[in-house]
């Protein structure tokens, strides 16, 4: 088990021995499953979108499933990517990697980790009205809560870095890059994904995202 | 995947909605119509992309159809999407249309939505094929979308009938590689009057009923052509070769990429053409095997078409797989198990690199089929554990809006103990606490016939009964139970929340906006002239953003023994929020605690450590929130 110390060095740390260990090319029959969660807003469809884009460059099939309609209502929502030669079905029960874009959120949809999965999460809160009316708290202590369901996850302060590079809203980006480390295919396949999935007047700022995500361990 | 690598430039990353649209523009439809709905809504949002189309919203599911009609009979091949719950509001002339018939082909676009995830029931419409007579194709991909579409119209042209595509929410919202075309030179058929085609007065109705069952024969024999139907041999390595060898699966749409992957060991009969169902086919797939497994989602469909062959294998059906919700991979590794053994299954296809696990073999003995014997393994304490986590996390439904103007309407009605009869749209989120205020929700316009039965029932609801209804949902089927209202003597109050737009499916244009789908400036009609048309006297126009004012008014018109309609006016806060609005803030010096500013519900409102505070970032300084505190704690910062 490992804690994490005020800088988030005792993950890098685990993530850089990690990262590039699922880097071969996926075989038949072998598929990548990748589940985005967060809150309507954060930008979960332009992650996925991205992530798709990047895999479509390298070669694979993708499929790609969102959230519409009254889900989208400020509420808990989920995007999931599955990447292989050949892909069935567009939905997931269980994810080799999951991307959180808040702690809550984390916490909901660990179970859906596969053993020997990994987990990413956004250092972030974002309360929902219920913890302000009813008998129900935020649970503060996420990073403890996670150890009861895996012991791969990673914390990650992408709306801290997000807000250092000027617009909070990259954050999702930050997380697609240190994602990116783990994914089996390279930079131009995502850099690329990225010019076709950000419009114009967005793309420096996201490009600059995706890469200080993929440097998070530097 | 080769192909695709060396001809990338024609694949594209789309949604079955946007494969649909495309589609549309590749068949060369010309008239193109809907009413927003999810998970319909962006098909016609696609179409309107392309210019080579007219599109348009209609005010409802019926006129969309009835447009579509009009379209067909005038020779140009036509486009209509909705909703699963739209297809009730147009089946009366879906029905009908059966019988006439069409010019140019005419498909319909049915959208179902298993699990609501955005919907009211979750009914299944390929019931509605079966009524009517009509071929019902069902999608399992974006390219399958893309491609069925296509062929739809030339299925409608040729049999002279309109087209069902069924696609359900997983394949409307989820994104798969599409390959491009370009576009069909189609000539509009000329327009020649056919009285007895298209007027159905009884003796042609009559004529034209024979025609639809000589149709249903023809199209019997085409259901059984090698395109509508597909079998897919085993590709999986699974022990038990006989076992497998003698069972088979039938299933469609988005039903058979679960089950290609789940059960990758046992043949497939994909149906592409769900109505008729293809009885041959059906034969001689089923030919010397002992099991035959239906999946499909919701209703057993497919399973009582089967059934009705009275094969000589056993069938598996919804026994094992349940008739509400969506399937997943998970519902089918449950099915196998129960069919062939306790093992918790996990598929080739969900086994991936980062979590290989061990992969026990068959049992290979099949499950009783007629108890569907199972049982489970046990939980453990670490499953326990985690359960009592997940159970303990504090929930996070979708909301109002901070800024929402829904919300002080609800906040008084519950003050004023009001019983709400509520209608589809963002306000029906104003059932969840702490706003807990809808009474009733039913169906698109329900609410205001609702609330005049509840008071001819029972005197008592008289001063007390109000429906709520959007601006969309006005103009969609408001309208005519407004006069039912007026006709009838009712002396209850009808309020609608104009926010000036529909808001739930993304912001869409409708009659009351002064914008076509198109884009082109139009009529801007104001649901109070109804109203006023209707013979309604008490008429008011309030901007819900005033509370107090609001408040008077809602109070005074419920205390009427007549016919109310108040009109609470305020653009959706997310299409314009105004600028430089103060936003509130609390002084914890004034603040009493109270918790009542709480009970408004707004997401900026927080209670962190026990102290009130308002978040400046979610704040939109609608300022609603500075008349509900009565020790007068809340004030707003330039």
């Known amino acids: 088990m490992i804690k994490n110390d005020n800088n988030n060095n005792n993950y890098k740390i685990n993530y850089q021995s990690i990262a590039g260990s699922s880097s071969s090319s996926l075989k038949n029959g072998e598929t990548l499953s990748v589940l985005f969660t967060g809150v309507g807003g954060q930008g979960i469809i332009l992650a996925t979108t991205v992530l798709a884009n990047a895999a479509i460059n390298a070669g694979y099939d993708v499929?790609?499933?969102?959230?519409?309609?009254?889900?989208?209502?400020?509420?808990?929502?989920?995007?999931?990517?599955?990447?292989?030669?050949?892909?069935?079905?567009?939905?997931?029960?269980?994810?080799?990697?999951?991307?959180?874009?808040?702690?809550?959120?984390?916490?909901r949809y660990a179970r859906k980790l596969k053993e020997g999965g990994f987990m990413l999460v956004s250092d972030y809160s974002i309360y929902p009205s219920t913890v302000f009316s009813g008998d129900v708290s935020y649970p503060e202590n996420a990073e403890e809560m996670l150890f009861k369901f895996t012991e791969n996850f990673f914390f990650i302060n992408a709306v801290e870095k997000a807000k250092n590079l000027g617009n909070t809203r990259v954050s999702n980006t930050i997380m697609v890059g240190a994602l990116s480390l783990m994914m089996p295919f390279g930079q131009d396949c995502w850099l690329d994904a990225i010019k076709d999935s950000v419009p114009g007047k967005a793309l420096q700022i996201n490009i600059e995202a995706f890469k200080s995500g993929r440097d998070f361990l530097k | 995947m080769a192909d695709k690598l060396e001809n990338k430039k024609n694949f594209m990353l789309l949604t079955g909605n946007e494969a649909i649209a495309r589609a549309a523009y590749e068949a060369g439809v010309s008239v193109a119509t809907a009413y927003p709905g999810t998970p319909s809504t962006e098909i016609l949002e696609n179409i309107s992309k392309y210019k080579s189309i007219y599109c348009q919203w209609s005010v409802n599911e019926k006129v969309a159809l009835e447009v579509a009609s009009g379209a067909s009979i005038a020779g140009s091949r036509t486009l209509v999407a909705m909703k699963h719950v739209g297809l009730n509001v147009a089946a009366d002339p879906f029905m009908t249309l059966s019988y006439t018939g069409v010019t140019g082909g005419l498909v319909i676009i049915n959208a179902d939505d298993p699990f609501m995830h955005s919907s009211q029931n979750e009914q299944d419409n390929r019931f509605y094929a079966k009524f009517a007579k009509v071929p019902l194709l069902e999608p399992s991909d974006s390219q399958e979308a893309l491609d069925m579409v296509k062929d739809a119209f030339d299925i409608s042209e040729r049999f002279d009938t309109p087209v069902l595509v069924r696609t359900t929410t997983r394949i409307s919202h989820s994104r798969s590689l599409v390959n491009i075309n370009p576009v069909t030179e189609v000539t509009p058929v000329k327009y020649v009057k056919n009285a007895q085609k298209f007027v159905m007065i009884p003796a042609y109705g009559r004529q034209r009923h024979h025609f639809v069952l000589e149709r249903w024969e023809k199209l019997q024999k085409l259901s059984e052509l090698d395109i509508y139907h597909r079998v897919h041999e085993p590709e999986g390595s699974r022990k038990n070769k006989t076992l497998f060898k003698h069972t088979g699966i039938i299933t469609s749409g988005v039903s058979f990429q679960y089950a290609r992957e789940v059960f990758d060991n046992i043949a497939i009969?994909?149906?592409?053409?769900?109505?008729?169902?293809?009885?041959?086919?059906i034969a001689s797939f089923t030919e010397g095997k002992k099991l035959i497994i239906v999946i499909e989602e919701l209703e057993p469909f497919l399973e009582e078409h089967i059934r009705l062959l009275n094969l000589k294998a056993d069938i598996a059906g919804k026994e094992f797989f349940p008739a509400y919700g969506e399937l997943g991979t998970r519902a089918l590794e449950e099915a196998y198990s129960r069919l062939f053994g306790r093992e918790v299954y996990t598929s080739n296809a969900e086994r991936g690199k980062a979590g290989q696990r061990l992969h026990s073999s068959d049992t290979g003995s099949a499950a009783d089929l007629k108890t569907g014997n199972f049982s489970d393994d046990g939980i453990n304490d670490k499953s326990c554990e985690i359960s009592s986590i997940i159970n303990e996390l504090p929930p996070r439904p979708p909301v109002l809006c901070a800024g929402c103007p829904h919300r002080s309407v609800f906040y008084i009605l519950k003050k004023l103990k009001a019983v709400v009869m509520g209608d589809i749209g963002c306000y029906t989120l104003s059932v969840l606490p702490p706003l807990n205020s809808l009474d009733s929700c039913?169906?698109?316009?329900?609410?205001?016939?609702?609330?005049?039965?509840?008071?001819?029932?029972?005197?008592?609801?008289?001063?007390?009964?109000?429906?709520?209804?959007?601006?969309?949902?006005f103009f969609h089927s408001g309208i005519t139970a407004t006069i039912d209202n007026a006709y009838n003597n009712g002396t209850n109050l009808i309020i609608v929340l104009d926010n000036a737009t529909t808001a739930m499916t993304g912001h869409q244009?409708?009659?009351?906006?002064?914008?076509?789908?198109?884009?082109?400036?139009?009529?801007?009609?104001?649901?109070?002239?109804?109203?006023?048309?209707?013979?309604?006297?008490?008429?008011?126009?309030?901007?819900?953003?005033?509370?107090?004012?609001?408040?008077a008014v809602i109070k005074q018109e419920l205390a009427r023994d007549e016919m109310s309609f108040i009109v609470c006016r305020r653009i959706c806060v997310l299409i314009e929020k105004e600028k430089e609005l103060p936003v509130a803030y609390i002084d914890q010096h004034n603040c009493r605690e109270c918790g009542q500013c709480l009970k408004f519900g707004c997401p900026a409102i927080e209670l962190?450590?026990?102290k009130y505070s308002i978040n400046s970032i979610l704040c939109t300084g609608c300022g609603v929130c500075v008349d509900i505190c009565k020790f007068k704690a809340i004030g707003t910062v330039k």
């Open chain 2, 608 to 610: 962190k450590d026990g």
């Open chain 2, 269 to 281: 009969l994909k149906l592409n053409m769900t109505n008729p169902v293809c009885k041959g086919a």
């Open chain 2, 442 to 473: 039913l169906c698109m316009g329900a609410g205001i016939g609702q609330a005049l039965g509840m008071e001819k029932a029972n005197p008592e609801f008289k001063n007390r009964v109000v429906s709520v209804i959007g601006d969309s949902t």
């Open chain 2, 509 to 551: 244009d409708h009659p009351g906006t002064g914008k076509t789908l198109g884009g082109d400036s139009t009529i801007c009609l104001k649901p109070e002239d109804f109203a006023e048309a209707a013979g309604i006297k008490n008429i008011q126009v309030v901007d819900p953003y005033k509370l107090r004012k609001l408040e």
């Open chain 1, 63 to 107: 499929k790609v499933s969102e959230v519409h309609g009254m889900a989208q209502r400020g509420g808990s929502v989920e995007g999931s990517v599955r990447i292989g030669k050949k892909v069935f079905s567009p939905t997931i029960n269980s994810a080799d990697f999951i991307v959180a874009l808040e702690k809550l959120e984390a916490l």
